[in-house]
C-alpha cells in the first residue's frame, strides 16, 4: 500500500511544479483563443454586447480587397524572409563551424539584435534607413549609388521589412552551430579522401545530415513572418506606410479590432491567418520529409 501513496505524492509534487505553467497556458493562450473563436462568430465591439452572426465575418473576408492585399503581402514578406534568413544562418554557421578567430565576439555581435528590444529596433532602423541623413544611404552614396527611399517609397518597403528582419537571425544561426557540431567529422574525412571537395561536403553530407533542424528553423522563420506586428508597426505606422505596402496580416487585425473596434472580424481574420500558417507549414513538412527524414516518408513524425 505505500507505493500507491508514494506516486500519489509524487504525482501531486508534479503537477504543483507545473501549476505555474498550466495557469499561464489558461489564462494567456487557451483561455484568449477560445473567446477569440466564439468573438469569430459575433458582432463583437467593445461598446456594444456582442450578437451572434453565425459566418458572417468569414463571408467578409471574401469580398474583402485590402484583406486578400494584405495576406499576399504577409505571406510573400514571410517566404522571403524565412527563405534568406534560413540561408543566412546556415552560412554563417557553417563559418563559426571552422572556429575562425573572434568566433565567440562574433556570436555575440550575431545575438545582440534579438536582445535589442522591439521598439528600439524600429526606431534604430527608421535612422539607418533615412533616406535624407541614414548611415546606409550615405554609404552608398561614397560608392557612387543613389539610395532608395526605403521607407518611403512603395517600392522598397518591403525590401527594407526583410532586411529589418534578417537582423535578427541570430537564434537560427546558434542552433544550426550547434546542430552542425553533431555532423560526425569522419563522415567529410572519408569523402575528403574520395575526392570531394569543399563545397560538394556541405552539400552531400553536412546539409543534409541537419535536415531536420534546417526544416525546423525554415518553419519557425516563416511562422514569424506571419507574425510580424511591432517593427512594422514603429517602422511605418498603422497604416503600414505609402500606399499601405508594408501593412501585413497582424497590423490588419490591430487596426479591425482596436481602430475600428470590430473585434469579431479581427477575430475571423486571426484565425485565418492561423489557418493559413498551419497549411503552409504543413505543405513544408511534406515537401522536406523525403529530404529531411531519409528516403522512407513513412518513416518521418
Not at 197 to 219: D, K, N, S
Not at 225 to 251: I, M, T, W, Y
Request: hydrophobic share 55%; net charge positive.
Amino acid at each position: 500500500m505505500t507505493a500507491p501513496r508514494h506516486g500519489t505524492r509524487a504525482t501531486g509534487v508534479g503537477l504543483a511544479f507545473c501549476a505555474p505553467w498550466l495557469l499561464g497556458f489558461v489564462l494567456f493562450i487557451a483561455g484568449p483563443a477560445i473567446t477569440s473563436l466564439w468573438a469569430s462568430f459575433t458582432d463583437a465591439s467593445m461598446v456594444e454586447p456582442a450578437r451572434q452572426v453565425g459566418g458572417a465575418n468569414y463571408a467578409r473576408l471574401i469580398s474583402d480587397t485590402l484583406f486578400w492585399r494584405t495576406l499576399a503581402q504577409t505571406t510573400a514578406y514571410a517566404l522571403v524572409l524565412s527563405g534568406l534568413g534560413t540561408g543566412g544562418a546556415l552560412a554563417l554557421a557553417l563559418l563559426l563551424r571552422r572556429r575562425p578567430r573572434g568566433a565567440g565576439v562574433a556570436r555575440l555581435l550575431i545575438l545582440l539584435p534579438a536582445a535589442v528590444p522591439t521598439a528600439a529596433c524600429g526606431v534604430l532602423w527608421i535612422w539607418l534607413l533615412s533616406a535624407d541623413y541614414g548611415p546606409v544611404n550615405s554609404l552608398l552614396s561614397r560608392f557612387g549609388v543613389r539610395g532608395p527611399g526605403w521607407l518611403v517609397s512603395p517600392a522598397w518597403v518591403p525590401v527594407s521589412l526583410v532586411l529589418v528582419g534578417l537582423w535578427t537571425i541570430g537564434p537560427s544561426v546558434i542552433i544550426l552551430e550547434a546542430a552542425l557540431g553533431r555532423v560526425p567529422r569522419s563522415l567529410e574525412e572519408a569523402a575528403s579522401l574520395d575526392g570531394a571537395g569543399r563545397t560538394a561536403r556541405v552539400w552531400r553530407i553536412v546539409v543534409p545530415a541537419i535536415a531536420p533542424v534546417l526544416l525546423f528553423v525554415l518553419v519557425m522563420a516563416m511562422i514569424v513572418g506571419f507574425q510580424a506586428f511591432a517593427v512594422p508597426f514603429v517602422l511605418l505606422g498603422a497604416e503600414g506606410g505609402p500606399e499601405r505596402s508594408g501593412l501585413l496580416l497582424a497590423g490588419y487585425i490591430y487596426q479591425t479590432a482596436f481602430a475600428r473596434l470590430d473585434l469579431g472580424y479581427a477575430s475571423a481574420i486571426a484565425w485565418v491567418q492561423l489557418l493559413v500558417v498551419l497549411a503552409l507549414s504543413l505543405v513544408l513538412c511534406r515537401l522536406s520529409r523525403r529530404t529531411a527524414f531519409g528516403a522512407d516518408p513513412e518513416g518521418a513524425p
